[in-house]
């Protein structure tokens, strides 16, 4: 979806996305092709990245921390929500109360104003900038299936090493 400057992914990462890219597919949910791949460290999703961008002649990345949430909260237009798109998590999110202990597909909870989908909840989202300046850990946003939903806030930051890989972290792309 087009925002400010930039293009950011409608929807997370898919398994079937990512296969198509590596040859393989690292989920611990496997399953329909519409599931978003996790088990993606960051270090992971470097190179999914480059070998897309040189499959594409484009140049993806992972969207900056601002970008990431600028785009969470809808843009321009922002309506304040403290979900990505609602008030109501349900509507939007897949949680640990409503998620079945698992992933899900994307795009099946409500977009947000600008469109996009699974921006809270679902899975964690790396984002390209480190958490402080010691870096040590890259920024996740967006929580979780397995979020309480304090976590799956807009406004909520959570971090971890680079290279650390989890069956609730996952991206989405942005395209400058």
Not at 39 to 65: C, H, I, K
Not at 89 to 117: C, E
Not at 158 to 169: A, C, E, L, T, W
């Amino acid at each position: 979806m087009a925002t400010q400057g930039f293009y950011i992914g409608k929807y997370e990462v898919t398994q079937a996305q990512w296969q198509a890219i590596m040859g393989g597919n690292p989920s611990n949910f496997k399953g329909a092709g519409n599931l978003p791949v996790e088990m993606v460290s960051w270090n992971d999703v470097q190179e999914f990245l480059a070998r897309l961008n040189r499959a594409t002649g484009r140049n993806y990345r992972l969207p900056t921390e601002s970008e990431w949430e600028y785009a969470a909260r809808g843009g321009a237009a922002a309506s304040n929500y403290e979900y990505s798109g609602s008030n109501n998590i349900n509507n939007v999110a897949w949680f640990t109360d409503n998620s079945s202990s698992r992933t899900q597909p994307v795009g099946t909870k409500m977009p947000n104003d600008l469109g996009i989908y699974d921006m809270s909840g679902n899975v964690w989202e790396w984002c390209e900038d480190w958490y402080n300046s010691e870096q040590k850990s890259k920024v996740l946003r967006g929580g979780s299936w397995r979020s309480n939903a304090s976590r799956c806030r807009v406004a909520y930051r959570n971090f971890f090493s680079p290279g650390f890989r989890d069956n609730n972290y996952g991206f989405r792309v942005v395209l400058p």
